[in-house]
């Protein structure tokens, strides 16, 4: 079984919205970063949004801010992405991982992280 496990992605129209989640199996991962991260055909892996598990603080790239949101249920073990308002640049498959320490979530830089999900492709198209 993967360690992390990725779902909720799809196809929407623009201006949509979709929530991804991301649950862990095998450990626990609230001392953690968790991040999620997106490529898109092309392009190289980026960071969309961090979350610190120990003291909460996150991190967003320019291009999301004020249009997703990362949140954590420690109780179900997972995290969340709710991503609002999407546009076709969103379109990309979208992985989350985590690692330790968790304030590599402060950077929320790909190679940071050692567990990933197989990711969940989100299509945003008219």
């Known amino acids: 079984q993967e360690p992390l496990v990725e779902s909720g992605g799809g196809l929407v129209q623009p201006g949509g919205s979709l929530r991804l989640s991301c649950a862990a199996s095998q450990f626990t991962l609230n001392y953690a970063a968790i991040g999620w991260f997106r490529q898109a055909p092309g392009k190289e892996r980026e960071g969309v949004s961090c979350?610190?598990?120990?003291?909460?603080?996150?991190y967003y790239a320019n291009s999301v801010k004020g249009r997703f949101t990362i949140s954590k249920d420690n109780a179900e073990n997972t995290v969340y992405l709710q991503m609002t308002n999407l546009n076709p640049e969103d379109t990309a498959i979208y992985y989350c991982?985590?690692?330790?320490?968790?304030?590599?979530?402060?950077?929320?830089?790909?190679?940071?992280?050692?567990?990933w999900g197989q990711g969940t492709q989100v299509t945003v198209s008219s």
């Open positions: 991982a985590t690692d330790t320490p968790s304030w590599i979530a402060t950077m929320c830089s790909a190679p940071d992280f050692g567990s």
């Open positions: 979350i610190n598990s120990v003291d909460g603080s996150t």
